[in-house]
């Protein structure tokens, strides 16, 4: 295969390998997220737009991962 095709077949590769690591993992909405927080969505959402909170953008949708929000308030909890 010339050099030129694998690099530009490269890009695709990562973007897909990248996004098999978000399907292994359990990935929720912001409403559901907003529930077990017991907050409210606009309360999730402006933390999300000051990256205050762990989040991912896929698209134009914004999902958490439950296991890294429960680390980080842990966190926030130990530093106070």
Do not use: C
Not at 40 to 61: A, C, E, F, M, Q
């Amino acid at each position: 295969m010339p050099l030129n095709r694998l690099f530009g077949f490269l890009p695709f590769f990562m973007n897909f390998l990248y996004r098999r690591s978000f399907m292994d993992q359990n990935l929720i909405g912001i409403k559901e997220m907003a529930s077990k927080l017991n907050v409210p969505v606009s309360w999730l959402y402006s933390r999300t737009r000051t990256n205050d909170i762990p989040h991912y953008k896929v698209g134009k949708y914004v999902r958490f991962d439950e296991s890294e929000i429960w680390e980080w308030l842990k966190q926030l909890n130990e530093a106070e």
